[in-house]
C-alpha cells in the first residue's frame, strides 16, 4: 500500500524540521538568571500565545493574499482591455491599505491599552474575516458573471482599494494585541526569545499567503475565490478558540501576576488619557528612533515580498528565474529565512546584549545595506533569489525585534498599546511609500495581440530602480539603529525578582 502525502505536506515538511529544531535549541538555553516561572505558568502562557500567534499568521494569510490574487487578476481583462490588477494598480490598492494600516494605530493603540489585547485580537479577526469574504465575493461575481459583475469589473480599483483598506484597518488591531496580551507574560530579560516567537509566527504568515494560497489559486476545486475565502473562515475558527483561550495576564488565568521590569514596572498611578499617552511617547527619543529604524523596515520588508516574484515571472523570458527553486518555493523559503532571522536576532539579543535590541538591529541593518548595494548592480544574476532571502532573513529578525520586542521593553506592559501603535505604524507608513514609490518607478504591463506580456516591463534592465530605492533606506536604517546600541528600559521602581 503505497502512502500519498499532500504536495502542501510535503513542502510545509521543512518548514517543520526547522521548527522542530527551533523549539529544541531555545528549549537547552540556560534559564534566564532570576526569572524562574513554575512548569504551570510556562504551560499556561504557551496555550495563552499559540492560538493568538496562530491568529496572526493567518491575518498575514488575510492580507499578503492580495499580492497572489494579482497573478489571476492580472490575466483578466477589465472594462477598458487592460488588466485588472497591473503593478500600478496593485501599488495604489496596497499603498492605501498600508496607509490605512499605519494611521489606524491613532484610534487602535489606545482602543488596546484600555480594553485589552483580547479585545484587540477578537476585533482583528473578525473584521479582516468579514472583509476578505466580501473580496472573495467580488472574485467570484467576475469569474462567474454574478450580480454586480459590470459593476466590480468596470470600477475594480475603487472597489478593491475600499474592500483591502478595510481590511488593512481591522488588520492593524493583531499586532497590537499580540503584543499587549504577551507584555504582562514575558520578562524583559525574556522577551528576545519572544521576538524570536514573533518573527516564527509572521514567517508562518507569510508562508501560508504565498505557498498556500498560491496552491489554493492553482487548484482546480478552490481557486481565485478561495485566496480570499480560506483566511475568511481560518479566522472566523480562531476567533472562537480566542475567545475562550486567550487571557490578557497571567492574573486573569488565575495565575500570580510579576514585575516585568520594563518601562511602566512599578507604575501604578491613574490611567493617563490617550493623548497623554501618545504625547509621553513622541517625547521619548528612543520610542520615535525605532520607529524610525522601523519605517525603512517596512520598505525593505515588502520591497522584497512583494516585488521579487514579480520582477521574475516578468522578466523570465531575459533572465529565467520564473521556475527556479527560489521562485517555487517562495512562501516557504521566506518562512524559513523569516524563522532563522527571528531566532538569531532574539537570542542574540538576550543573551550575548543583555536585552538590548540596538546592537542586533544594527547588525542586521549592516547586512540589509551590504546585500542592497549588492543588489544594484548584481540584480540580474541567477542567484538573485538568495540574496533577496538573506536581506529577508535580516529584515524580519529586525522587525521581530524591535516592534515585537522593543516595543514592550520601552512602552512598558501598561503602554504598550501605544508604543506598538507608533511603532509598526511607521513601518506600515514605510510599506506604504515603498507601494506608492514603486507604482510610479517600475514599468507597466503592456499585452501583444495574442494576450502575451510585452514592452518594458519585460527588460529586465528597466527594473534598476527596484534595487536602487533599497539603498538609502538600507543605510538610514543602520545610522539610526547604531543610536540605540545602549538603549535599555528603566523600571519606575527597583526590580523585583521574579
Known sequence: MNLVIPAWLQEFAPILILLAVVAFVIGRLP??????????????????????????????????????????????????????MGNDDFGWIFGVGTYVYGFSFLLNGPLTDRYGGKFSILMGAAGASVANLLMGLCAWTLLNS?????????????????????????????????????????HVRERGVFGAIFGVLISLGVYF?????????????????????????????????????????????????????????????????????????????????????????GFLRQA???????FAKQTDAALGLKGDFVYENWGM?????GILGGVFAGVISDRVFKSRRGPVAAVLYGIMFICA???????QEPWVGWVVLFMSMAVIGVHGMLSGTASMDFGGAKNVGVAVGIIDGFVYLGTATMSFTYAFLLP???????????????????????????????????????????????????????
Not at 493623548?275 to 527619543?285: S, Y
Not at 523559503?333 to 529565512?337: E, I, K, N
Not at 530605492?469 to 519606575?492: D, F, H, Q, S, V
Request: charged residues 20%; hydrophobic residues 45%; proline residues 5%.
Open 31 to 84: 534559564k534566564v538568571k532570576d526569572v524562574d516561572h513554575s512548569a504551570a505558568f510556562r504551560k499556561r502562557r504557551v496555550l495563552n500565545w499559540l492560538p493568538l500567534g496562530l491568529t496572526y499568521a493567518f491575518l498575514y494569510m488575510g492580507r499578503y493574499n492580495l499580492k497572489v490574487s494579482k497573478f489571476a487578476f492580472e490575466e483578466m481583462a477589465g472594462a477598458d482591455g487592460s488588466a485588472l
Open 146 to 186: 454574478g450580480p454586480g459583475n459590470e459593476f466590480v469589473s468596470t470600477h475594480f480599483l475603487g472597489v478593491f482599494t475600499t474592500l483591502y483598506a478595510v481590511n488593512m484597518y481591522f488588520q492593524s488591531f493583531g499586532a497590537v494585541a499580540i503584543v499587549k496580551v504577551n507584555a504582562p507574560w514575558f
Open 209 to 297: 499567503a504565498f505557498d498556500i494560497g498560491g496552491m489554493i489559486l492553482e487548484s482546480e476545486s478552490l481557486g481565485l475565490t478561495w485566496v480570499f475565502f480560506m483566511p475568511a473562515l481560518l479566522l472566523a475558527g480562531f476567533w472562537v478558540i480566542d475567545y475562550f483561550q486567550v487571557r490578557n495576564t497571567p492574573g486573569d488565568a488565575g495565575l500570580p501576576d510579576f514585575n516585568t521590569s520594563d518601562a511602566s514596572s512599578g507604575d501604578d498611578g491613574p490611567r493617563k488619557s490617550s493623548k497623554d499617552v501618545f504625547i509621553m511617547m513622541l517625547r521619548n527619543p528612543i520610542i520615535l528612533t525605532i520607529a524610525g529604524v522601523e519605517f525603512c523596515s
Open 304 to 310: 522584497i515580498m512583494q516585488w521579487y516574484r514579480t
Open 333 to 337: 523559503l521566506l518562512c524559513c529565512a
Open 373 to 379: 548595494c549588492y543588489l544594484a548592480i548584481g540584480y
Open 444 to 498: 507597466k504591463e503592456q499585452f501583444d495581440e495574442a494576450g502575451e506580456l510585452t514592452g518594458p516591463v519585460t527588460d529586465p534592465d528597466n527594473w534598476q530602480a527596484w534595487p536602487i530605492a533599497m539603498i538609502p533606506l538600507a543605510l538610514l536604517g543602520l545610522l539610526l539603529a547604531t543610536r540605540i546600541w545602549n538603549a535599555k528600559p528603566k523600571p519606575k521602581v527597583a526590580e523585583v525578582k521574579a
